[in-house]
């Protein structure tokens, strides 16, 4: 039963302030908060929250992630949580479970596609009802794909296929690597390889959509000059847009019966689409083997680290979606957002989702999407701050 809490110490808490995303989203969190905001920072370790608050001049609040009462404690105190502490399906379920008791809204960084299938089962309908308003995948993963396709799906005169094509520059952070690590130490690959994992229903809506007959790893793209070759974060977007369309058509919003999307890297050339598909065939390896995770925790970035300051500011991510045959295209826009994906990209679209959130935007409750928790007003705040911006496209 939902807590009755008449008044909160804050307006949002900030937990997993201490990690690497995390310092990087209470930085933008100081930049972004509007006066009278009452924010906080929290993580595990009370002196590192206690020197990172005094730095930003905030609250400080500890709690472990695996402690119930004290993330009880957290969830009680503010309005929305924002969370950085990963990988979520080992530190993050306590807390989840904690602002559905008490109405509080949530968002988070997450890209573990069978934990927000556990999330869904077990909260969304409790959420929906109650008004409290859940969104996994608020980073790079699922924002600039699930804004961009709400917007071009809108901006058509009739439903088409949507494809979307990534080019990137970015770093790994560690954090990201100990999350791909754990799914794959929980999980197998089966568990996630369903194409509308996230769906309400994702056997009705399998059979009413079947996937795009695959194009191949490695395909040309004559539209774009370019080539399609596989992308790593693509399974999580394609996931999280298809459930925004189902859940938008249950409110007679969604993207209409010809609605598909399939997202891939383009890439300039035929021999770079393959090496990119090599590599990324080396990283699954890797990833599902025991072994394979024993190098990559050895040799790869460790939990707390990741790219330089220069890398975080010069890299960037450019979003091309193609409505219709990507022969004969019915529509192509375009969405350059500045920054390296995993750091500034991320955190700008998680504090403005928070801030969001804070500010009472949000369309409804339930275990939700971007597009369907925000939708078009988090891209109007990201494009308000120079996140993103729309190209001209010829
Ligand atoms: N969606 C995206 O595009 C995107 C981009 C970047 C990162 N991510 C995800 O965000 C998460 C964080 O990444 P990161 O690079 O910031 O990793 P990180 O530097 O290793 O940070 C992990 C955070 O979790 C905290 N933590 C660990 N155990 C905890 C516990 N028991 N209770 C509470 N907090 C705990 C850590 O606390 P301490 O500071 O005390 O160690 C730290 O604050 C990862 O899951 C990553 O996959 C997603």
Request: positive net charge; charged residues 20%; proline residues 7%.
């Amino acid at each position: 039963m939902r807590a009755m809490v008449t008044a909160r110490d804050f307006d949002l808490i900030l937990q997993g302030a201490t990690g690497f995303t995390g310092r990087l989203a209470a930085a933008e969190l100081a930049r972004r908060a509007p006066a009278g905001l009452r924010w906080a920072v929290a993580g595990r370790d009370d002196s590192r929250v206690a020197e990172l608050a005094d730095h930003l001049g905030v609250s400080g609040v500890v709690a472990d992630g695996l402690d119930e009462a004290a993330v009880d404690r957290l969830a009680a105190r503010s309005r929305v949580v924002l969370s950085c502490a990963g990988p979520f399906s080992r530190y993050g379920t306590p807390l989840v479970e904690a602002c559905v008791r008490h109405g509080t809204h949530y968002g988070d960084l997450t890209g573990e596609m069978p934990w927000i299938r556990e999330l869904i089962d077990q909260h969304h309908e409790a959420c929906s009802a109650a008004g409290t308003t859940l969104v996994p995948t608020s980073g790079f993963d699922c924002v600039p794909t699930d804004l961009a396709v709400q917007a071009m799906a809108a901006s058509l005169p009739e439903p088409a296929p949507i494809t979307g094509f990534f080019q990137v520059r970015g770093g790994l952070n560690g954090g990201t690597l100990a999350s791909g690590m754990h799914l794959y130490e929980r999980w197998t690959p089966a568990d996630f390889a369903h194409p509308y994992l996230l769906d309400p229903q994702p056997r009705a809506s399998l059979r009413a959509a079947p996937p795009h007959p695959g194009r191949g790893f490695v395909f040309p793209v004559p539209a774009l000059k370019g080539w399609g070759a596989p992308f790593l974060m693509s399974p999580v977007n394609e996931r999280v847009t298809r459930r925004s369309a189902a859940l938008l058509a249950e409110d007679g919003q969604g993207y209409g019966d010809g609605f598909r999307y399939d997202e891939h890297l383009l890439v300039g050339s035929r021999l770079r689409a393959r090496m990119m598909t090599g590599a990324l065939g080396v990283a699954n390896g890797l990833l599902t083997r025991p072994g394979g995770r024993r190098l990559l925790r050895f040799f790869g970035p460790k939990p707390g680290k990741g790219p330089s300051e220069r890398s975080i500011r010069d890299g960037f991510a450019r979003l091309t979606l193609v409505a219709g045959p990507l022969e004969q295209p019915a529509a192509v826009r375009r969405w350059n957002w500045n920054g390296d994906p995993s750091n500034l990209i991320t955190v700008r679209c998680l504090v403005q989702t928070g801030l969001a959130l804070a500010a009472g935007e949000a369309r409804r409750g339930g275990v939700l999407t971007p597009a369907t928790a925000l939708g078009p007003r988090l891209l109007e705040r990201l494009t308000g701050i120079g996140a993103v911006e729309e190209a001209v496209t010829d």
